[in-house]
């Protein structure tokens, strides 16, 4: 199967596939179907589901949705005591995982955010598996130990979870697999067990100490992670750095945001990360290094300009950027035919600013509380003040959390609809910036 457009084209994912799978002594994959009542009749189904308004990424709705149908039990910390061969003994209740989240009720998105949830969000950004076609249709394959899924259902008849799986080979599935080329990406890579060429490398490298679960990969590995692509997680604080080699075949970074200010002089390790910026600017031009929030201030700072605490309130909320016609004339920008005469907006969050940019940069887009919104360096530095992954409802989550707002949960559904009319009075223009994003990203030196 040749993998070119559209399975590596930007995709703003609306609805979602997952399907588990384990491999059999026969090394053939064996797939896991939850059953489903309908008014006529029973079915066994995979997981599926759609993007909400309320997910971070369209992993954070298949964790939702998992986790809604299974309350936890099929996560990999219960997964020993489930092994069809030589399972651990559950000495006490306890120590098995279970969560249940209720559906369709309005909470603070990151409340969401359980273990369980981090869970299945990290087995969606290990796996190598990712199908997507011309529709805003994202289909992802988990592999998984084989189960006792007869020790499972009984397990889950227990706790009072409303669920039955069963296991299925390929060809026993083919009734949920309607397209043809679906069909033949399965059986090329998970029937076959085809190996996955890399052809392209890309790095994440996270500055924000906080960062010790799947949550910053899962808002962007969705949306720039593609079939093919081999994608690695450095953590900067812990000195993490991609090496010389890592870095001559690297094709694009992202440095994302942080809690850090880029001028604190007391931080010992972004003396390696100021390096790392420069050499990515100055040695490893193929690099495509894209900037956000943080990322931004740090590139800028790195590259001799300066970033300073602003002098006003902390930004967060909905910024309308004045973007610059020449903006859109970069190849990356224009290929995908935006409109330059309706605004960007971004959301933000952020209490400093690049009060002087390095030289060589150029300022694309400002905005009434931010001069340096967007800016390049060349053909291989953007960067945004804002924060592209965010939409409405994190950020108002993101600010109930800040301000230690004591909203009864019922009542945060009201609370975060007066927030977003106030902060965003202009919609996030979320699929536009995420696509430029993407095609610089992706773009070949």
Not at 24 to 38: E, G, Q, S
Not at 99 to 106: F, L, Y
Not at 383 to 399: L, S
Request: hydrophobic letters at 35%; one cysteine or more.
């Amino acid at each position: 199967m040749n993998i070119e457009e559209p399975a590596a084209a930007f995709k703003y994912f609306q609805e979602f596939n997952l399907f588990l799978f384990s491999r059999d002594k026969d090394n053939k994959p064996c797939f896991i179907l939850h059953k489903t009542a309908t008014a006529t009749e029973n079915l066994y189904s995979h997981f599926l589901g759609k993007f909400t308004k309320v997910d971070a990424s369209i992993f954070y709705a298949v964790a939702r949705e998992f986790v809604e149908k299974t309350s936890g039990l099929l996560s990999s910390e219960n997964f020993q005591y489930f092994l069809l061969e030589n399972p651990a003994i559950l000495k006490n209740e306890s120590d098995l995982v279970f969560e249940r989240m209720i559906p369709n009720v309005h909470i603070r998105p990151q409340n969401r955010w359980s273990a369980i949830v981090n869970d299945i969000c990290g087995l969606l950004c290990e796996s190598p598996y990712i199908y997507q076609d011309e529709t805003e249709n994202a289909t992802y394959f988990v592999e998984i130990p084989m189960l006792n899924l007869e020790i499972f259902n009984k397990t889950a008849k227990e706790k009072g979870v409303d669920i039955e799986l069963t296991y299925r080979l390929f060809d026993g599935i083919l009734s949920l697999v309607k397209d043809a080329n679906l069909q033949n990406y399965m059986k090329e890579y998970l029937v076959e067990n085809k190996p996955i060429e890399i052809h392209s490398y890309y790095a994440m490298i996270c500055c924000e100490p906080l960062a010790v679960d799947y949550m910053l990969q899962s808002l962007h590995y969705s949306v720039f992670k593609k079939h093919g692509e081999h994608w690695r997680f450095y953590r900067a604080f812990k000195g993490e750095f991609p090496s010389h080699q890592e870095l001559q075949r690297a094709k694009g970074i992202i440095i994302p945001g942080s809690g850090n200010s880029a001028y604190d002089t007391t931080v010992s390790w972004y003396k390696e990360l100021f390096e790392c910026i420069r050499n990515i600017h100055l040695v490893y031009t193929h690099i495509n290094l894209l900037g956000i929030c943080f990322g931004a201030q740090a590139s800028a700072q790195a590259l001799g300009g300066r970033v300073e605490s602003m002098n006003r309130s902390y930004i967060r909320g909905g910024e309308l950027l004045t973007t610059k016609k020449s903006f859109y004339e970069f190849d990356y920008v224009k290929k995908l035919n935006l409109n330059p005469e309706k605004p960007l907006v971004i959301a933000e969050s952020h209490g400093d600013h690049i009060a002087q940019l390095p030289d060589g940069a150029v300022l694309h887009s400002s905005s009434k509380n931010t001069n340096v919104e967007t800016y390049t360096i060349g053909n291989n530095l953007l960067a945004f003040q804002g924060h592209p992954r965010y939409n409405e409802a994190w950020t108002a989550g993101a600010f109930y959390r800040k301000a230690g707002l004591k909203v009864e949960p019922e009542d945060y559904n009201d609370y975060a609809k007066e927030y977003i009319s106030r902060q965003f009075p202009d919609p996030v223009t979320h699929r536009e910036i995420l696509s430029i994003c993407y095609s610089f990203l992706k773009k070949s030196s």
